[in-house]
């Protein structure tokens, strides 16, 4: 009897097997939906659209954009968590959706760590640490050593949690205490820098490039792991505080169960759509940096990394969403 249980019991994983390949080789078989939770206009709409074109051209299958905006992408990422696992809804999750949000609310009605499979990064957007064009510091070595001189100097405006966390950082390694002053959102920021209503300010690079070049604002720093290819001149944090590296990040996920072969094939499609020329010159054009993770499992532990890292200055710093 327990040889009969075994072979059984064999023979139906080896089915299993072959059902989960021959399921990855007809994936996709119809339009998969891709669920941006943010409102069509923005970096996250833009970078949906773009990889979904080209990898549903890969695909040979139509990859259609799903803009589900609301609660700090609490909406549609819930729709992703409680959709079916079989590789047709993907979610274009930001830092704040995977490595946020959990530490932020009391409760969430997803769990990120639990409710998705990591599929790959695809782009990170760098933040800048901007200054009204009139303000006496030209780079972030000033800028700590004239908060230093006299703290309270300087006030700085921030929209969204990714800025609060990166600003918390940035004051706790420079022993600073720059005090944070939250807008509602990036427009109206700008608007409160450029008019000299608030001395700094940080928002993501396809706001402020712009205006940096027109020399209606500076940039004091950004942030990311290496200087931006568009502006080569301006520097990252991470020369002064190296391992800096709070900017938002996109990513693409799937809901946890979806097959590892399909799960493997996505992953392999994103990685080809971002290293196409064209696709990589539009992205870069838009102050963006195109990046794929090495493999899920690549991405899986960069998620744990920066889940720590987030964690600890929301803690450090205080920070709660009702």
Same mark, same amino acid.
């Given at each position: 009897?327990?040889?009969?249980?075994a072979?059984?019991?064999?023979?139906?994983?080896v089915l299993l097997?072959?059902?989960?390949?021959?399921v990855a080789?007809?994936?996709?078989?119809?339009p998969i939906?891709l669920?941006?939770?943010?409102?069509?206009?923005?970096?996250?709409?833009?970078l949906?659209?773009?990889?979904?074109?080209?990898?549903?051209?890969?695909?040979?299958?139509?990859?259609?954009?799903?803009?589900?905006?609301?609660?700090n992408?609490?909406?549609?990422?819930?729709?992703?968590?409680?959709?079916?696992?079989?590789?047709? $809804?993907?979610? &274009? %999750?930001? /830092?704040?959706? @995977?490595?946020?949000?959990p530490?932020?609310? *009391?409760s969430?009605? #997803?769990?990120?760590?639990?409710?998705?499979?990591?599929?790959?990064?695809?782009?990170?957007?760098?933040?800048?640490?901007?200054?009204?064009?009139?303000?006496?510091?030209?780079?972030?070595?000033e800028?700590?050593?004239?908060?230093?001189?006299?703290?309270?100097?300087?006030?700085?405006?921030?929209?969204?949690?990714?800025?609060?966390?990166?600003?918390?950082?940035?004051n706790?390694?420079?022993?600073?205490?720059?005090v944070?002053?939250?807008?509602?959102?990036g427009?109206?920021?700008? $608007?409160?820098? &450029? %008019?000299? /209503?608030?001395? @700094?300010?940080?928002?993501?690079?396809?706001? *402020?490039?712009p205006? #940096?070049?027109?020399k209606?604002?500076?940039?004091?720093a950004?942030?990311?792991?290496?200087r931006?290819?568009?502006?080569?001149?301006?520097?990252i944090?991470?020369?002064?505080?190296?391992?800096?590296?709070?900017?938002?990040?996109?990513?693409?996920?799937?809901?946890?169960?979806?097959?590892?072969?399909?799960?493997?094939?996505?992953?392999a499609?994103?990685?080809?759509?971002?290293?196409?020329?064209?696709v990589?010159?539009?992205?870069?054009?838009?102050?963006?940096?195109?990046q794929?993770?090495?493999s899920?499992?690549?991405?899986?532990?960069?998620?744990?990394?920066?889940?720590?890292t987030?964690?600890?200055?929301?803690?450090?710093?205080?920070?709660?969403?009702?």
């Amino acid at each position: 009897m327990r040889t009969f249980v075994a072979r059984a019991a064999c023979a139906f994983a080896v089915l299993l097997v072959l059902v989960h390949g021959a399921v990855a080789q007809s994936y996709p078989s119809r339009p998969i939906t891709l669920i941006v939770p943010f409102a069509p206009g923005g970096p996250a709409d833009f970078l949906g659209r773009l990889i979904g074109l080209k990898l549903g051209e890969e695909f040979g299958q139509q990859i259609i954009v799903d803009n589900r905006s609301g609660a700090n992408t609490i909406v549609g990422a819930q729709a992703v968590a409680k959709a079916r696992p079989d590789g047709y $809804t993907l979610l &274009l %999750a930001i /830092d704040g959706t @995977l490595v946020m949000n959990p530490f932020l609310y *009391a409760s969430l009605p #997803y769990d990120p760590f639990k409710d998705f499979v990591p599929v790959s990064l695809v782009a990170a957007v760098p933040s800048a640490l901007t200054a009204n064009i009139k303000v006496p510091v030209n780079s972030l070595k000033e800028l700590i050593d004239a908060e230093k001189a006299k703290p309270g100097t300087f006030q700085i405006g921030v929209s969204t949690p990714t800025s609060q966390v990166a600003i918390g950082l940035l004051n706790q390694l420079a022993g600073t205490n720059m005090v944070m002053v939250p807008y509602r959102g990036g427009t109206t920021q700008i $608007t409160g820098i &450029l %008019a000299g /209503d608030i001395p @700094l300010g940080h928002e993501s690079v396809n706001v *402020a490039l712009p205006l #940096y070049r027109d020399k209606k604002l500076k940039i004091l720093a950004l942030t990311g792991q290496k200087r931006l290819a568009l502006a080569p001149e301006i520097p990252i944090i991470a020369e002064t505080f190296p391992g800096f590296d709070l900017g938002i990040w996109q990513s693409v996920v799937a809901p946890a169960g979806t097959p590892k072969e399909i799960v493997d094939k996505l992953h392999a499609g994103l990685k080809k759509v971002l290293s196409m020329a064209d696709v990589r010159e539009r992205i870069s054009a838009a102050g963006i940096e195109p990046q794929a993770s090495d493999s899920p499992e690549a991405f899986a532990a960069f998620i744990k990394a920066q889940a720590e890292t987030r964690s600890q200055v929301i803690k450090a710093v205080g920070m709660k969403i009702e």
